[in-house]
């Protein structure tokens, strides 16, 4: 049997579907992958015939592949088009769809298998899909939905069982994929914890006790892949995928000491912040590990409401005061199930005062109005809520015009209705709490995306909603001909517009005193900057600022000499705005505990003259006060 495999675009390896290749080529089967970024997806699917297609997919992403299916289905109506990951493991009413024969609901590869192999053994392709014993799926069988059971969770053992990863499915499919240096690994499955914003959550209850819910390949079995891998390809850092890396101590123990020794190469991997200890850092660091990401379980200093995509299928007024009332949850299961019943808007302000932190609210744009937006956000000003931040919508880009899975909410919009939305809601924001920050929905793609005259999503809402950014994107023939310096628009700490150098190419910037070139600076820049200098000051005013100059300079010659041990290293007695002085001891020394104390002071001239180790170079310029000088001399005492 052939089963085609098809990705919308390639983030990282798909580890799930390269193992199920892998088990369906060890049992006879035939495995292809197309990426939609490298070929036309209905196109591959009419050259390969394959006897079924396979999408892994995400809630979001889904509705592409949903569209996608669609439109092979009609080029191929009697291929079986089946569905696996975590959209359909969690919405498993996804089976509903148009052209959806089949979900697999939690772990894949060995579910696949059976599948595959009960395809084969009947020769007319009228598989018997309400067998039991092909766990894991729901099908569609004569207009009914059959609901095969789980199969219990793959055991650490049961993991080791299964061939490494096929690679080169990937690599054949996505030439980028082979090239990159940097490859991923995953030693076992699962979370012990019950953190309920997390996946393996969701996913231990789907489970129901049906075996452990973490799991670890044996620490042979991972060397072995890492071993295989690296013999066949140039790679230079390892990802271990992981959701806790740092579990299991005596595994941990044991893989790292060999891992040094027989991988040796830098790793990431994720860690768990309540697990970290000063003795795992050491063995990490000692094992080749060069950085970590972990979660913020804790101490965030922000809390938001009402999160997730519920806002918006409520009116906010529903859950304050006398006005409160169960709404029901669209996707929960089952239908209708009353939500927000016990925490509404006045509990989410009373746990944020109690928390001592300061909130952010996320105004209804879907089925809401600008109207009902600002009203919440007059309510929340008449209570003193410290509300930092509000956001406009949430996720409301997943949504098709009819709703997406919930066909009677008409909640998406396209970029220029949400832009509107945004700007009306943004403006109403700044009049009732001008401190806050107002924030737009910005993402990179958007695969239900509706068509606007003024471009993607993505361009339009930071066009619209602001502040304005560009983007500049080349091949690599061109690079070297765009501007090598790019000025952006930034905040600095106290809210006040400034500029900043975003790019800055140029081989002086970069290689300082090794660049060789000599075409770096736009001389005639630099002229008139100087020209409109001098002529903001004139004669008096450019007068005046060099006898500044030289005042601040003797004052602080005199405040600087004061000190003991502290001598001019020469005699002269005039002066501009430079002078050196002979400290007792090196120079460097004394700058660097200078900075420590907020005082970057002077230069050391050892860097460029034999014999002045202990020589500084002070330049004043009319821009310090008398203040300033006084507090350096006395910093400098101090250090001395």
Known sequence: MHLLFIVKEIDNEPQGILLISSLLKRAGHQVSLVVATEEDPVQAALRLRPDVVGYTVYTGPHTWYLELNRRIRAQLPGLLSIFGGPHPTFFPEMIDREGVDGLCIGEGEYATLDLMNALERDGDGAVRLADPAIANWWFKLNGEVVRNPLRPLLTGEELDDLPF?????????????????????????????????????????????????????????????????????????????????????????????????????????????????????????DAGCVSVSFGLDAGNHHLRYPGGTLSDYFDWRRSVGAERMLIPNPFATPKGQPEYTAFGVDEFLALCRELDIPATITLNAGTGTVEEAIAWVRYLVERDARVLDYTVGNEIYLATETGGEVPELPIGKTPDEYADFYAACRDGIRELAPDARVGAIAVRTVANEQPSPAGSWMETVLRRCGPSAGFMACGAAHIRQIPGRLVGQTTDSEGRRCYTLTLQAREQHIRRDKATSNICSNEALCALTALVYLALLGKEGLKETAQRCADKASYAYQRLTAIKGVEPHFKARWFFNEFVLDLPCEAADVIARLIEKGFATGFPLSRYYKGMENSMLICVTEKRTRQEIGMLAEAVESVL
Request: net charge neutral.
């Open 165 to 285: 990863a096929d690679r080169e499915l990937l690599y054949a499919a996505h030439a980028q994929s082979r090239q990159t240096k940097i490859k991923p690994f995953i030693t076992g499955r699962g979370c012990p914890y019950d953190c309920a914003f997390c996946f393996n959550k969701a996913y231990s209850d789907l489970y129901g006790g049906q075996g452990r819910r973490f799991r670890r390949r044996s620490v042979d079995d991972v060397l072995r892949e890492l071993q295989e891998v690296i013999a066949h390809h140039d790679v230079r850092f390892v990802l271990f995928m992981d959701d806790t890396f740092i579990l299991q101590d005596r595994w941990l123990q044991e893989f790292m000491g060999r891992y040094k020794d027989e991988v040796g190469l830098p790793f990431w991997c994720q860690v768990r912040a309540n697990l970290v200890t000063d003795e795992k850092i050491a063995l990490f660091q």
